[in-house]
């Protein structure tokens, strides 16, 4: 008797499960051939509208800074392969927050991506419906109905790659009105990453949403205005070559007896010898090479305590803070930090996981408000806050009296080629007047200058060049 029940039941769940995949398999067909997606092997298509730099608010858990954008995408769906290209030029006014600002030209950004190498906020099942019926034709999903503000729904879910969860909502009118998934961050651990479709029109046979917007974490990142739709365009892409992810090699330049610039990899630190700890300011890029950092360092100075300065929150300077943590390092940071940093203590890190995830610490943090003092009795470290700057509302610089050297983070660098953000002659940034005006405010005795990005050791006579003379300007809004 109990082994009929057993067989009845596994009966009922191969029934249910194939009605399930069945009716997910239908669904998904009407909309591939509602919006024209079956025999789509190619598309081009063109929007203007606004993008978002996350992670670069001038706040912590404010939205990144907007840009205006133009936007274009050329797809070959047959080989997985897609060409972006993305013009941003400033909006705000004045500028606020990083992500390149202040822009006194335009910023030029894209590339060649294939979809079999990877899966982000950009691939064509998150981005395009025509790439997630695609997607969602050979991912064996399942389908549910939903009431969502009192409107009849249709949940399409799939796994993609494995292990990301993707959920595409499909309206009475067999469109797709919003794909679902989730990512990992490098900050922030696992973030929903949601696009929504709406306004499709009829593009020569081809339904295509003329507004597409995408929010990560909650945050916008775009909101896209397409005016040009081009379907089975003539596309000539071939998939880029895989390339392994460059080692990362810490080049450690020293600058005085127990003093150092770790140069290389995006952002550079500095690492600063006490009697019995260390200093290390700036985490590091990435995760990766915040990692090869934590490795040179307890190489260099093993078995000292070590204290970690983060210098504020945007992403390229907090990434691998949990590493940091992780080691055992006290963090100092600005006390508006707070909150974020114990949110991204606390968020579930499970697509991705890093140690400490793996083993979750009591963080140790000191937060600096105006001023901190790190000594030994006989080297000193001056933390201050540089107080005013519209680059971040926390921004931290570091100063050793004694050697008269300033550390000093994204609104001083030297780079050998032109960038978008340089003022035209004769003018300064107002980031890097500010930060001018802070080192008078304070009366800093300086000689040199490491900056976190671009060039290692700047005598400090090259930033009074750029600010003697030249009034700053704030980039025209186009
Ligand atoms: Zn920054």
């Given at each position: 008797m109990l082994k009929k029940g057993l067989t009845v039941l596994a009966v009922l769940a191969v029934f249910g499960s194939a009605s399930r995949a069945q009716n997910a398999g239908n669904v998904v067909n009407n909309v591939a051939q509602t919006i024209g997606a079956t025999n789509l092997k190619s598309l081009q298509y063109s929007a203007t509208g606004i993008t978002a730099s996350l992670g670069q608010s001038y706040r912590p858990f404010e939205e990144g800074p907007q840009f205006k954008a133009t936007y274009s995408r050329s797809v070959d769906f047959e080989k997985g392969v897609s060409r972006q290209e993305l013009v941003r030029t400033q909006l705000l006014d004045p500028p606020r927050g990083a992500g390149g600002q202040p822009l006194y030209t335009e910023s030029r950004a894209g590339g060649v991506q294939s979809e079999e190498a990877g899966f982000n906020a950009n691939s064509l099942a998150l981005t395009i419906p025509h790439g997630w019926v695609k997607a969602a034709m050979t991912a064996n999903p399942t389908a549910q109905s939903l009431t969502i503000g009192r409107r009849p729904m249709t949940m399409v879910s799939y796994t993609a790659k494995g292990m990301y969860k993707v959920r595409g909502y499909i309206n009475s009118e067999n469109l797709l009105e919003k794909v679902e998934t989730w990512l990992p961050n490098e900050v922030l651990g696992d973030i929903l990453v949601e696009t929504s479709f709406s306004d499709y029109r009829d593009f020569a046979g081809v339904k295509f949403p003329t507004k597409i917007v995408q929010k990560q974490g909650g945050l916008p990142s775009f909101e896209y205005n397409v005016s040009n739709v081009q379907p089975n365009a003539a596309v000539t892409l071939e998939a880029p070559a895989p390339r392994p992810p460059a080692a990362q090699k810490v080049e450690p330049l020293k600058f005085a007896e127990g003093i150092w610039y770790l140069s290389g990899g995006g952002v550079n630190s500095a690492l600063v010898e006490f009697k019995d700890f260390a200093v290390v300011v700036e985490t590091g890029q990435d995760q990766s090479r915040a990692l090869a950092n934590i490795a040179q360092v307890k190489r260099m100075v093993p078995n000292k305590r070590i204290v970690q300065i983060n210098s504020h929150h945007h992403s390229d300077h907090v990434s691998g803070l949990r590493d940091w943590i992780s080691e055992g390092a006290t963090i100092y940071?600005?006390?508006?930090?707070?909150?974020?940093?114990?949110?991204?203590?606390?968020?579930?890190?499970?697509?991705?996981?890093?140690?400490?995830?793996?083993?979750?610490?009591?963080?140790?943090?000191v937060y600096v408000r105006d001023k901190e003092v790190l000594t030994d009795g006989d080297r000193?470290?001056?933390?201050?806050?540089?107080?005013g700057n519209l680059h971040a509302s926390n921004l931290l610089m570091s100063y050793l009296p004694k050697e008269k050297l300033l550390i000093v983070t994204d609104i001083f660098n030297m780079f050998y080629v032109p960038r978008p953000n340089d003022p035209p002659d004769g003018y300064s940034t107002p980031y890097t007047m500010n930060l001018w005006e802070n080192i008078q405010r304070l009366k800093l005795d300086i000689a040199h200058i490491f900056p976190a990005h671009g060039r290692e050791v700047v005598p400090f006579a090259e930033l009074r060049q750029k600010i003697e003379g030249r009034p700053s300007i704030n980039p025209p809004v186009r």
């Open positions: 940071t600005h006390a508006m930090n707070r909150e974020y940093y114990d949110l991204l203590l606390r968020n579930p890190w499970t697509l991705h996981p890093d140690a400490y995830a793996r083993t979750p610490k009591e963080g140790k943090f000193t470290m001056e933390i201050h806050w540089i107080r």
